[in-house]
């Protein structure tokens, strides 16, 4: 009987069935405005970090809403999180720290030796994309980084939890972060998932008025390049581009070093190849993020000095794979530091002609030597990933140096 007045109560007269009152329908996600506005509740108005895919949507509203100075994209982790440090000291407020779990790494010594609660006691608010969540397809770097996270957060003694997708939850759980930072004196991390803010299109995108893209340079390199020559490339889409490039020339890319994490690093396992294999040219594939991340690189390869070391800069002025914000300093004469770190020369160049120059100039002459290319930002969006592993790509590029 009461089943079949339940029945009727579900039913119109034309018999069209009515929704039960569910009390969740769909999957929220959190606006970036509406999250930037419950840190400035919380006297929040300094931000600073190193752009990621995660937290695309809401660096770029903070890039294009935040006021003049109170917005600094850093050249590494470990830098933002002393700005923030500097900032506080200096102000008695709470900055926000934001970066990828894989910049992890690089905030640890600040961490531990300056705003961790036993030394200055320094609170901020970190934001941390989660790449490699566990039970979310990612590539090898991210799903070990990812794995151990909350591991490592907890070894170094800081507190954390999961940023909510809906900003009832989201301000909930400031309410938690703040109040410890204040009790603790200490930072907070809150750690954002995969698709956790709406979509937020960035107003002041990085551009310029260079002719090439990233992949068009590329290929007028490789096609310019010796057989035996040796490549690393840097992380990003540029070695997903070389990888496929390679595959257009039917070509095995054996030469090819593919540094899909560590950005920053390409420059010196370069540099460790070339002071071990004299009698091979070895091509470092450079960008410009990533040699601002770790510039003391530079200084090094410069002092060591070794003549099969060429160094080749793609520049387009953007963190092109995270969202396409501006680099710590899109001025900056990467030219001019080589030749002050010790660089044999360096030199830029702009179009087709100008790279199959270059790369006469790099083949003749004694390294280390740095060419920049001047590009533009932007990809092609069917670019893929790399169908090999981690392991067979070294496996093949060891074998390669042996010849």
């Given at each position: 009987?009461?089943?079949?007045?339940?029945?009727?109560?579900?039913?119109?007269?034309?018999?069209?069935?009515?929704?039960?009152?569910?009390?969740?329908?769909?999957?929220?996600?959190?606006?970036?405005?509406?999250?930037?506005?419950?840190?400035?509740?919380?006297?929040?108005?300094?931000?600073?970090?190193?752009?990621?895919?995660?937290?695309?949507?809401?660096?770029?509203?903070?890039?294009?809403?935040?006021?003049?100075?109170?917005?600094?994209?850093?050249?590494?982790?470990?830098?933002?999180?002393?700005?923030?440090?500097?900032?506080?000291?200096?102000?008695?407020?709470?900055?926000?720290?934001?970066?990828?779990?894989?910049?992890?790494?690089?905030?640890?010594?600040?961490?531990?030796?300056?705003?961790?609660?036993?030394?200055?006691?320094?609170?901020?608010?970190?934001?941390?994309?989660?790449?490699?969540?566990?039970?979310?397809?990612?590539?090898?770097?991210?799903?070990?980084?990812?794995?151990?996270?909350?591991?490592?957060?907890?070894?170094?003694?800081?507190?954390?939890?999961?940023?909510?997708?809906y900003i009832e939850g989201a301000a909930e759980v400031l309410?938690?972060?703040?109040?410890?930072?204040?009790?603790?004196?200490?930072?907070?991390?809150?750690?954002?998932?995969?698709?956790?803010?709406?979509?937020?299109?960035?107003?002041?995108?990085?551009?310029?008025?260079?002719?090439?893209?990233?992949?068009?340079?590329?290929?007028?390199?490789?096609?310019?390049?010796?057989?035996?020559?040796?490549?690393?490339?840097?992380?990003?889409?540029?070695?997903?581009?070389?990888?496929?490039?390679?595959?257009?020339?039917?070509?095995?890319?054996?030469?090819?070093?593919?540094?899909?994490?560590?950005?920053?690093?390409?420059?010196?396992?370069?540099?460790?190849?070339?002071?071990?294999?004299?009698?091979?040219?070895?091509?470092?594939?450079?960008?410009?993020?990533?040699?601002?991340?770790?510039?003391?690189?530079?200084?090094?390869?410069?002092?060591?000095?070794?003549?099969?070391y060429k160094h080749i800069l793609f520049n387009n002025q953007?963190?092109?794979?995270?969202?396409?914000?501006?680099?710590?300093?899109?001025?900056?004469?990467?030219?001019?530091?080589?030749?002050?770190?010790?660089?044999?020369?360096?030199?830029?160049?702009?179009?087709?002609?100008?790279?199959?120059?270059?790369?006469?100039?790099?083949?003749?002459?004694?390294?280390?030597?740095?060419?920049?290319?001047?590009?533009?930002?932007?990809?092609?969006?069917?670019?893929?990933?790399?169908?090999?592993?981690?392991?067979?790509?070294?496996?093949?590029?060891?074998?390669?140096?042996?010849?």
């Amino acid at each position: 009987m009461f089943c079949r007045q339940l029945t009727r109560r579900l039913f119109t007269k034309s018999r069209e069935p009515i929704e039960p009152p569910y009390l969740e329908l769909q999957r929220d996600f959190l606006e970036p405005a509406e999250f930037y506005q419950e840190l400035s509740k919380h006297g929040v108005s300094f931000y600073a970090g190193v752009p990621d895919s995660l937290l695309k949507d809401f660096c770029a509203y903070v890039q294009d809403n935040a006021p003049p100075g109170q917005h600094v994209i850093t050249a590494n982790e470990g830098t933002a999180v002393s700005m923030a440090a500097g900032y506080y000291l200096a102000t008695k407020k709470i900055p926000c720290v934001y970066l990828q779990n894989s910049g992890l790494g690089n905030i640890v010594n600040p961490y531990m030796s300056l705003a961790h609660p036993k030394v200055y006691g320094i609170p901020m608010l970190y934001l941390i994309g989660w790449r490699g969540e566990p039970g979310k397809k990612d590539e090898p770097q991210h799903l070990v980084q990812g794995k151990r996270m909350n591991g490592i957060l907890t070894e170094m003694g800081m507190q954390y939890d999961v940023l909510p997708d809906y900003i009832e939850g989201a301000a909930e759980v400031l309410d938690t972060a703040f109040y410890s930072m204040k009790t603790r004196n200490g930072p907070y991390a809150l750690l954002v998932k995969r698709q956790c803010f709406t979509n937020y299109k960035l107003k002041n995108v990085a551009k310029n008025n260079y002719q090439l893209t990233r992949e068009e340079a590329l290929t007028e390199v490789i096609q310019n390049s010796r057989p035996l020559d040796v490549c690393v490339s840097t992380t990003g889409f540029l070695s997903r581009e070389l990888f496929e490039l390679r595959q257009r020339l039917n070509q095995t890319g054996e030469q090819d070093f593919l540094t899909v994490g560590s950005m920053g690093h390409a420059s010196s396992i370069a540099l460790g190849i070339a002071q071990v294999k004299k009698s091979r040219q070895v091509f470092c594939l450079d960008g410009d993020g990533a040699m601002l991340m770790h510039l003391g690189a530079m200084a090094q390869i410069g002092n060591i000095g070794p003549k099969n070391y060429k160094h080749i800069l793609f520049n387009n002025q953007a963190h092109d794979s995270v969202g396409a914000q501006p680099t710590s300093n899109p001025q900056v004469n990467f030219t001019q530091i080589a030749l002050g770190c010790g660089y044999k020369d360096a030199f830029q160049v702009e179009t087709k002609e100008e790279i199959t120059k270059g790369m006469e100039r790099l083949n003749r002459n004694d390294g280390p030597i740095l060419m920049e290319i001047l590009i533009k930002p932007g990809v092609r969006k069917d670019l893929g990933r790399p169908t090999t592993t981690t392991f067979e790509n070294k496996e093949k590029f060891m074998h390669f140096l042996t010849y």
